[in-house]
């Protein structure tokens, strides 16, 4: 008989997966539109008083022609602008767009439904959502849906200038005896973040290269709960990169 917990822990997959499918949703809007020059760039010309004024900056539909030529193409239209191109946040909407369209395809194929039809992002992500109750019978594309969208979720939230999340972590770093300790969830990782520290490795780029910081990855976390007097239950919860921590934040 299949347990209530046993349950929960099936549907967490694809709760997460439309948690950052949302997250997805929300956000690529602002990344096109940080693709839009400012009216108040310090690279407009000054207007000309003497000639009647033109509504500033693109029309959306402009905007949208500017983003297929350089989706298709990675150049950038003729015509006034009033910003520089934003090179990495131009890559980010190329790679989401492209990651969407595959995962599209890739979940019709997976359950066996017919190619789907060309659209929109937002609209790809919505029947993609659409579709998690029937892909919740296969794990592996249930994941796959999952880390897909948290994937491209963080690729937005990057181009966006949000800061990476960061959890302290209770226990002082083996090397160097600071309460220096902090899990980057995104990255699956516990970092010391004394500019200070050094370990003994000798392969780890902190003794030589002073921005690195040493890095304990998953399969080292038990033995970085026993050496730095911390929890292991705290340290692994630590780094879960949850989409319901990301939306709270």
């Known amino acids: 008989m299949t347990t ?3 349950n929960e822990k099936t549907d967490q997959p694809a709760r997460d997966a439309l948690l950052w499918i949302e997250l997805l949703l929300r956000q690529f809007p602002e990344l096109l539109g940080e693709l839009a020059p400012s009216p108040h760039s310090s690279s407009a010309p000054p207007p000309d008083l003497g000639k009647a004024s033109a509504p500033a900056g693109r ?3 402009e905007r949208e022609e500017a983003l297929r030529v350089e989706q298709l193409h990675g150049l950038t239209p003729s015509g006034p602008t009033t910003a520089p191109l934003r090179l990495h946040v131009s890559d980010a ?21 017919p190619r789907p039809r060309r659209a929109r992002v937002a609209e790809r992500l919505l029947r993609v959502a659409a579709l998690l109750g029937q892909a919740a019978e296969d794990p592996l594309l249930t994941a796959h849906i999952r880390d897909e969208a948290r994937r491209m979720a963080r690729r937005c939230t990057r181009a966006l200038g949000a ?3 960061v959890v302290r972590v209770r226990g002082r770093c083996p090397w160097c005896g600071s309460v220096s300790l902090r899990a980057f969830p995104a ?3 516990v970092l010391c973040v ?3 520290c050094r370990c003994t490795g000798q392969d780890c780029d902190c003794r030589t290269d002073p921005a690195h910081r040493h890095a304990w990855t998953e399969g080292a976390w038990a033995r970085l709960a026993s050496e730095s007097g911390g929890d292991l239950t ?6 879960v990169d949850s989409a319901e921590k990301e939306v709270r934040r």
């Open 4 to 6: 209530r917990t046993e």
């Open 59 to 61: 029309t959306h539909a």
């Open 93 to 113: 909407i190329r790679d989401i767009s492209d990651g969407v369209v595959e995962l599209d395809e890739a979940v019709h194929d997976r359950l066996r439904l």
């Open 163 to 165: 800061a990476e999340p």
């Open 187 to 189: 990255r699956r990782s």
């Open 194 to 196: 004394n500019p200070a």
């Open 234 to 239: 705290e340290l692994t919860g630590s780094t």
